[in-house]
């Protein structure tokens, strides 16, 4: 079964500089997709970046970007001039190919952007 | 617009009651899915449907039930028989068919046993 780990239960930062998250996880697959998505206050779930494993390019949304090691099972989340909207739950999930995976999320990382 | 609404948003429970909580996509996904949340322990699956009539238990299944009589619902029963119902439950959605672009949530509904 595959597990996704999240070594940082709470993480802070300063409004405007840069933050990593970091993701690891296991799997025996050799295709699959990896995501982070973002809990705000509202509680509401929004996706943040999608990466692909067949891919080695690494995926950026903006100010997001991630690091992606594949051999190492890795997969951390930057988050470059923080803002304060930044303040959130966010969680790695992963899942094996095709639509009809389910994902397997990790427990989440508190993180915290200070004016 | 497109999405999952999810009601109601807080619902209370007495001992020994069944509830049932609402989810409901206009997406035209085929797969459905029902979500725990509590503090410090992420997101753990109940149960989820990938087509009509058709549901598999999740890693936390015991003392919950769902249905999905149509596509677009996906209704979850907290029975009597869990014990410990108070968390955040979350719906979400997902296309089976070609690449894998993760789900779709609902905004959540709160349980409160009072």
């Known amino acids: 079964a595959q597990t996704v780990t999240q070594s940082q239960p709470e993480m802070s930062v300063q409004e405007a500089e840069t933050v990593t998250l970091s993701c690891t996880y296991d799997?025996?697959?050799?295709?699959?997709?990896l995501f982070w998505y973002k809990q705000p206050p509202s509680r509401q779930m929004i996706l943040v970046i999608r990466?692909?494993?067949?891919?080695?390019q690494n995926a950026t949304e903006n100010r997001f970007s991630v690091n992606f090691q594949k051999a190492a099972k890795s997969f951390s989340l930057k988050i470059s001039d923080s803002q304060l909207g930044d303040t959130a739950m966010y969680f790695c999930a992963f899942s094996a190919q095709g639509g009809s995976e389910k994902l397997v999320f990790g427990k989440g990382t508190k993180l915290t952007v200070n004016p | 617009d497109g999405g999952i609404t999810q009601s109601p948003k807080y619902l209370f429970r007495k001992e020994g009651q069944n509830v049932t909580l609402s989810c409901e996509q206009n997406?035209?996904?085929?797969?459905m899915y029902w979500y725990r949340q509590d503090p410090g322990q992420g997101l753990r699956l109940i149960y989820y449907s990938q087509i009509v009539n058709d549901f598999q238990k999740g890693d936390i299944a015991e003392g919950y039930s769902v249905s999905r009589e149509k596509k677009e619902s996906f209704p979850l029963t907290v029975t009597s028989a869990q014990k410990n119902p108070t968390a955040f439950y979350l719906c979400?959605?997902?296309?089976?068919?070609?690449?894998?672009?993760?789900?779709?949530f609902g905004s959540g509904t709160r349980l409160t046993v009072v």
């Open positions: 997406l035209n996904h085929d797969a």
């Open positions: 979400a959605s997902s296309m089976l068919q070609g690449a894998n672009y993760g789900y779709t």
């Open positions: 990466q692909e494993a067949y891919k080695q």
């Open positions: 799997t025996s697959e050799n295709n699959y997709y």
